[in-house]
Each structure stands twice: as structure tokens, then as C-alpha cells.
């Protein structure tokens, strides 16, 4: 094997690279700019540090190939995964799977088929990762390649994080950007979609030709009530649409959260008060001219009765749940919106 050369070129689904000493980080928000983000025990920067749907993109004509990177730290107690996952997925398909324990430094593929072709290599959604280099075949090429697929943002919750998926391609948001053939950048936040306006002017600054924002679970403790969740939603679009005035735009209510569907919590909030504020919301911004933005509804998304099945907390699907959810999130969301808006359809 021989090294190629890493840059920040390589990396997709990524707001921002840092750059060390010999390593390069992706971060899911303006790494530079971290001292903008305040949260208590820094619990947003935490999650954006982490690899959620990022990946590192390259065209090659290696039949082997491997990423190293900086030893990898722990798994969080709610990861049952034994180490991290790897994928490798080619035409949206996953071709390989490599697995590397806690410390670990390199996850190695081989036997990809000959020729060229351009692959993706999906990060760990659970932890930092910090890389220091690709290896590949002696005598092969690798290089950066364009991704001329639409771009698609998501902002969510741990929902959207999916820490618990089956592994690194198999989140809900990567699921269904690899059937439809999206660019995703997915700013899923363990705990912290707190519709925070620095990460709307995030979103506001991100290419995207479709934007979906699922709302609403991490603020049902408290951070916001019915006077101002429904203002906070309007001014994450508001702030976005300052870039993006006919960018399709799906709201997305919460999914089912059996604590708190009826029952007020302690600012007198129900998630079924959630959903209908935001569908209240969608309407309003309809009513003043805005005609590329539509509501969904988080219950047709992952339903209480799946809540029942799939997970063990009331709220964080396992990953067999999380793939229902993609499967669900493709026939409610996203194949309305391409339905909506043929050019993001399909394509490589």
C-alpha cells in the first residue's frame, strides 16, 4: 500500500475541516467560530465535532483501500457497537464494512472492484475523528472528485444524529440520500436542536437545493414554551431564506414522544401543542407569499406505536427502528418533495 495525499477536498457532509498536526477533522458547524456556539458543558460543539452522515469522497482505480486516522476514543454508553463502523458504499450502494476497536487507527477495505469508480467512505456518527492519511494499491491513482449531486441539509435532534444506527451509512438521513442520490450534510445534534440562531445562519451560509428541518423533541424541556417556539421556528426560516428564497424547505414536527404527547411539561408544553404550532407556523409563512416551504407531520415519520417497539427510553428508535424511520421519512418527506421538484431526482 502507498500513501496518497489528504486535503480537505476529500471530505463531504462536512460545515467545516480543521487542520492539525498532521490530521484533519471534520466538523458539522464553523470549527472556527466555535466560541459563537455557547451551550452549557459546550454539548453542541461536542456533537458537531462528532462524524454524523460526514465522509470522505474520492475517485480511485485501487481494489484495496484504507483510512487512517488518530486513535479512536470510547463509544458512548448508549453505542452497543463493540468499536466503530466503517462504510463503504459506491453508487449509493454499500460495498464493504470495516469494523476497528476503540484505539484503533486504520479501517482497511479490500477486494472493491476494478477499475475506476468513485467511493464514499461514511465516518463514525458517535465520536471525533481526526484522519492523518489513505493508503491505497501501489501504482493506483486517487483523487478528489466532484459531487455534482443535489445538496441536501438536514437539521435535527439525536434523532437525526442517529448514534444507535446499524452503522455509519445506515442513519436515517444517509438511508434516504443514498435512494434518491443527495449530497447530504446532516446537522443532527445529540440534545441540542435548540433552533439556536447561530446555526440557522449555518444552514442560511450551506449550498443546499432542499432543506429539511425536523423540530421540536430538545425543546420540550423547557427551552422554549408556546409563546416562543412558534417565533423561533419562523426565525430559522426567516434567517435562512436571507440565502435561500425558493429553496424547498420541509418543516417536520416531532415524532411520537408517549412522556409528553399530552401531558404539559413544565412551561405548559405537549408535543401535539408542538405539532400543531409548526403546521401553524408553515400556514402563516404560506399566507405571506412563501410558496416553496411545507409542513409534515412527525407522527406519520415514526409513530407511537413504533416508539412502543423499537425503542427502550420512549424516544431514541434502535437502529432497526432508525431504518423504519428512513423508509417512513423517503414516502412522507422526501418523495414529496421530489415529486414537488423533479430535479432532485436521482443521479450520480
Not at 449530497?183 to 440557522?200: E, H, I, K, R, Y
Not at 425543546?219 to 430559522?236: D, K, Q
Amino acid at each position: 500500500m502507498q500513501a496518497a495525499d489528504l486535503s480537505p477536498g476529500f471530505f463531504q457532509g462536512v460545515v467545516s475541516v480543521e487542520e492539525g498536526d498532521g490530521w484533519l477533522k471534520p466538523w458539522r458547524l464553523p470549527h472556527a467560530q466555535r466560541r459563537l456556539f455557547p451551550t452549557p458543558d459546550d454539548g453542541l460543539l461536542l456533537r458537531a465535532e462528532m462524524a454524523s452522515s460526514t465522509r470522505l469522497r474520492l475517485t480511485t482505480d485501487s481494489d484495496a483501500l484504507a483510512v487512517n486516522f488518530l486513535p479512536l476514543g470510547a463509544r458512548p454508553e448508549v453505542c452497543e457497537k463493540e468499536g466503530a463502523l466503517f462504510d463503504l458504499t459506491i453508487a449509493g450502494e454499500i460495498v464493504a464494512t470495516s469494523r476497528v476497536p476503540v484505539g484503533g487507527t486504520e479501517a482497511r477495505f479490500s477486494g472493491l472492484p476494478a477499475g475506476e469508480k468513485t467511493l464514499e467512505v461514511w465516518l463514525p456518527p458517535e465520536v471525533p475523528i481526526s484522519l492523518t492519511g489513505v493508503s491505497i494499491v501501489a501504482g493506483a491513482t486517487c483523487r478528489v472528485t466532484d459531487d455534482p449531486r443535489p445538496k441536501w441539509v438536514t437539521y435535527g435532534s439525536s434523532l437525526t444524529h442517529c448514534v444507535r444506527a446499524n452503522s455509519t451509512s445506515r442513519t436515517w438521513p444517509a438511508i434516504v440520500a443514498r435512494k434518491h442520490g443527495l449530497n447530504l450534510t446532516s446537522l443532527g445534534f445529540g440534545g441540542q436542536c435548540c433552533l439556536d440562531p447561530m446555526v440557522a445562519f449555518t444552514i442560511r451560509d450551506l449550498p443546499a437545493d432542499v432543506i429539511t428541518l425536523k423540530l421540536g423533541i430538545n425543546c420540550i424541556g423547557g427551552a422554549l414554551s408556546p409563546r416562543t417556539f412558534p417565533g423561533a421556528v419562523l426565525g430559522l426560516v426567516a434567517i435562512i431564506r436571507e440565502k435561500h428564497p425558493t429553496t424547498p424547505i420541509g418543516l417536520v414536527s416531532p415524532i411520537g414522544y408517549p412522556p409528553h404527547e399530552t401531558t404539559p411539561n413544565v412551561v405548559n408544553y405537549t408535543i401535539t401543542g408542538m405539532r400543531r404550532d409548526i403546521a401553524d407556523v408553515c400556514d402563516r409563512l404560506t399566507e405571506a407569499g412563501d410558496e416553496n416551504i411545507f409542513y409534515y407531520d412527525g407522527l406519520q415519520v415514526f409513530a407511537l406505536d413504533l416508539i412502543a417497539e423499537y425503542t427502550t427510553d420512549q424516544c431514541h428508535p434502535n437502529g432497526d427502528g432508525i431504518e423504519i424511520m428512513a423508509d417512513n421519512f423517503d414516502r412522507t418527506v422526501m418523495s414529496d418533495l421530489v415529486r414537488r421538484y423533479p430535479a432532485l431526482g436521482r443521479r450520480e
